[in-house]
C-alpha cells in the first residue's frame, strides 16, 4: 500500500497568519505545509498539501484519493460543521482520516461544537494549534508501520 498521507485543509485556511492570530496563531499555511512535509519525510512518509475554498473542489480530491493515499489528514475548517457531502466523500473513499484543527472547536462557538468528519475519523486532534498537523502525521507513521495482531 502507498506509504502517501493527503493533508486537505478547508475554506479560509489559506489566511492563517493573517485570520484572527489570537485564535490561530501567526503560522501561514506555507509554514504548516512545509512542517507537515517535513515531518513525513523524517518518519518516511510522502506528504501531499492541498488548500481550497471551493467544497466541490474538496471532494473532488478525496474522490481522487481512493486507492491512492494511506490516509488522510483533514482540517475541514468550517465544513465541518455543514458538510454532510464531504463526510459522504470520506466514506466513499475508503482510507483511514484524522480530523485536525487549530483552536479547540469545543470551546469556541456552540455551532462550532458538531463535527460530520468527526464521525467518519480514526481520531481527531483540537486546540494543539499547527503542532496537531505533526501529530496526525506521526499517528499515521504508527498506523503504517504496525504489525498485524496473530
Known amino acids: 500500500m502507498s506509504q502517501i498521507i493527503l493533508v486537505l ?30 515531518s513525513g519525510q523524517e518518519l518516511g512518509l510522502s506528504i501531499e498539501c492541498r488548500q481550497t475554498n471551493h467544497e466541490g473542489q474538496m471532494i473532488d480530491w478525496i474522490h481522487q484519493a481512493r486507492q491512492r493515499v494511506a490516509g488522510i489528514v483533514i482540517n475541514p475548517g468550517a465544513w465541518t460543521h455543514t458538510s454532510i457531502a464531504i463526510h459522504d466523500a470520506l466514506i466513499a473513499c475508503e482510507v483511514p482520516v484524522l480530523e485536525v484543527h487549530i483552536s479547540n472547536v469545543h470551546r469556541r462557538e456552540e455551532f462550532r461544537h458538531h463535527s460530520f468528519v468527526s464521525k467518519v475519523a480514526v481520531g481527531v486532534i483540537a486546540g494543539f494549534g499547527t503542532h496537531g498537523y505533526k501529530l496526525a502525521i506521526s499517528h499515521f507513521a504508527k498506523l503504517l508501520n504496525a504489525k498485524p495482531a496473530i
Open 9 to 38: 485543509n478547508g475554506p479560509n485556511l489559506n489566511m492563517l497568519g493573517l485570520r484572527e492570530p489570537a485564535v490561530y496563531g501567526h503560522e501561514t499555511l506555507a509554514d504548516v505545509e512545509a512542517m507537515a512535509v517535513q
